[in-house]
């Protein structure tokens, strides 16, 4: 059995162009390591909406990192931005039977981002917001 870890890692300025780069890199590891159609995708959605969120809501994010790492059996991906606290799991879900005009607004993002994912969790290091998002995954090389 072939355990070996893959790894990639990029760290960007919180502005479009870093979000691309962050995107790019994301592609070009999934599609090297043969990650499946429906976990690369999945997987997809919770990294934009993460970053994004990071990108849109942090304000004072100058910086993020993402680190990409898969073995035969778990795609986990890592990142840290230097904004303010903030645990986007904290807040309680969206009551998704509400009419869309009576839910307030925010946290189906977070919501789809659990959904996508088979363990997600925040933590505060010094400085510095930590996602850590998993997957299982089956790759055949």
């Not at 429906?38 to 004072?60: K, Q, T």
Request: include cysteine; aromatic fraction near 8%; glycine fraction near 6%.
């Amino acid at each position: 059995m072939n355990t070996r870890r893959r790894c990639a890692r990029v760290r960007v300025r919180a502005d479009e162009d870093g979000l691309a780069r962050v995107f790019h890199t994301y592609d070009r590891f999934v599609h090297t390591h043969d990650v499946p159609d429906d976990v690369r995708r999945d997987v997809y959605v919770a990294l934009e909406e993460i970053v994004s969120n990071i990108f849109r809501h942090a304000g004072a994010a100058r910086h993020v990192g993402v680190t990409l790492a898969i073995d035969r059996r778990t795609l986990t991906v890592r990142i840290v931005d230097d904004g303010p606290e903030f645990d986007p799991f904290s807040a309680p879900e969206p009551d998704v039977t509400q009419a869309l005009d009576d839910r307030p607004v925010g946290g189906l993002g977070v919501l789809l981002v659990k959904k996508l994912t088979d363990q997600h969790s925040y933590s505060r290091w010094g400085r510095f917001n930590r996602v850590v998002l998993t997957r299982s995954v089956e790759i055949k090389n």
